[in-house]
């Protein structure tokens, strides 16, 4: 048990020492209609490393782990459950964003991050 709150603090500081924590937890979607307080926070990864320290830390914290874009979709979807005993968090892939893999003349596939805007 020690060693999971050692692992949990730890991560904690990591996060927060590197600056992936928006200390703004009210997330809106594109038009404002749809906003959630995420009471864990909003965090934004600058790697794979960080993604998976916040996954990580989100799994032994059993907290609810929203994904968000730009926030375009209509709907409540990305909307976080504020009211969770565990409570709630919010993670932006904006930051991970490389191409991995460009096409070629046989393979028309385009291979790249998560976080990566069509435009
Ligand atoms: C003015 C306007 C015009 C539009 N026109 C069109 C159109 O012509 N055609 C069309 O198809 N759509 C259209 N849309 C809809 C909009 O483009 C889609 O809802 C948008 O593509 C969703 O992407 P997002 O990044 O905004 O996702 P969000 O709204 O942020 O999230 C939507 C869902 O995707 C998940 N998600 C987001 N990013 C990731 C990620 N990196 N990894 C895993 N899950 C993720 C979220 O958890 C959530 O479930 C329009 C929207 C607007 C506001």
Redesign the pocket.
């Given at each position: 048990m020690w060693s999971f709150t050692y692992i949990l603090i730890l991560n904690t500081f990591l996060l927060t020492a590197s600056g992936t924590v928006d200390p703004s937890t009210v997330w809106t979607?594109?038009?404002k209609r749809q906003t959630c307080t995420p009471t864990n926070g909003i965090h934004q990864p600058a790697s794979i490393d960080e993604l998976v320290q916040i996954v990580t830390v989100a799994e032994f914290m059993e907290t609810q782990l929203?994904?968000?874009?730009?926030?375009?979709?209509?709907?409540q979807?990305?909307l976080t459950d504020d009211g969770r005993v565990n409570g709630s968090m919010i993670v932006?892939?904006d930051n991970?964003k490389k191409v991995l893999k460009l096409p070629t003349d046989n393979d028309h596939t385009v291979t790249v991050e998560?976080?990566i805007?069509v435009q």
């Open positions: 979607d594109w038009d929203k994904t968000v874009g730009s926030g375009h979709s209509f709907s979807i990305t932006n892939l991970i998560a976080g805007r």
